[in-house]
């Protein structure tokens, strides 16, 4: 059985016009908001529902449908060898994270791992999105899929533990690793470790230059600090917080 988890709700639609066959499911958390502290998965998932309910789902509900759900239906795959899970992520901090948190969710199952990253014509930046791309261009990515082999998977383990401890010490090591499988691995690294210092003083440095409405700061933003990744839910929080 061939799975398509992608990145977010934004490509679905595209997606849906390319034809290819498979169960298709979506990835909607967004680790690199929020505290990831818990005490267990279900701890992780009361305390992120409780977090981005009212955010991003209006309500924990909400969260456990369209986010928890989704990843239990994954996770439940441990007997399946037969299935193909597709991973469709972009390479920047904010997939890459979420990326990292799947593969280390589903590391225990049978299922085999293969990974979607947007199709690079020449001279494209390597954090080029889902949303540059039409349904030719996603059929193109689809192809040049590659499999997650066992150190893929290890490290994909080690970069989500690290990156959910906080951990910079570990965090640069890894991001120092040559890998197939994460491309911007180290520039992924680099912006984790300082991803509320860093992200905090960009969003500043652009106020200070004299955009004060948060619509030209957040395309600034994005302009100028594209490794992030974040949408306008993560630069209005900054942006608030900066304003405070």
């Known amino acids: 059985m061939n799975i ?46 409780k977090y981005l309910g009212d955010g991003y789902f209006g309500a924990a509900k909400k969260y456990e449908e369209d986010v928890k759900d989704e990843f239990i239906s994954l996770w439940n795959l441990s007997d399946d060898s037969d299935s193909v899970v597709n991973l469709w992520f972009e390479r920047e901090l904010f997939c890459q994270a979420n990326l990292w948190f799947s593969i280390w969710l589903l590391r225990s ?29 996603l059929k193109k990515s689809f192809e040049n899929r590659s499999k997650v082999i066992y150190d893929d998977v290890f490290l994909g383990v080690q970069l989500w533990e690290a990156f959910r401890d906080n951990d ?24 984790a470790i300082g991803l509320e210092s860093g992200a905090k003083e960009a969003i500043q440095r652009i106020i200070s230059e004299g955009k004060t409405e948060f619509g030209e700061v957040f395309k600034e933003f994005c302009k100028r600090e594209p490794i992030y990744g974040f949408g306008d839910l993560q630069v209005k929080r900054i942006f608030d917080e900066s304003n405070e």
């Open 168 to 191: 910079h010490e570990t965090l640069k090591k890894l991001g120092a690793r040559d890998s197939n499988a994460f491309p911007t691995l180290k520039e992924v690294c680099d912006a």
């Open 109 to 137: 199952t049978e299922a085999k791992f293969q990974l979607v990253y947007p199709h690079l014509e020449d001279g494209d930046s390597p954090l080029k999105n889902w949303s540059e791309l039409d349904t030719e261009g």
């Open 4 to 49: 398509h988890l992608l990145s977010g709700d934004s490509l679905l639609e595209e997606f849906k016009k390319t034809g290819i066959e498979g169960e298709v499911k979506v990835c909607r958390e967004c680790v690199v908001d929020g505290d990831l502290e818990s005490e267990g998965l279900q701890d992780f998932w009361e305390k992120r529902a």
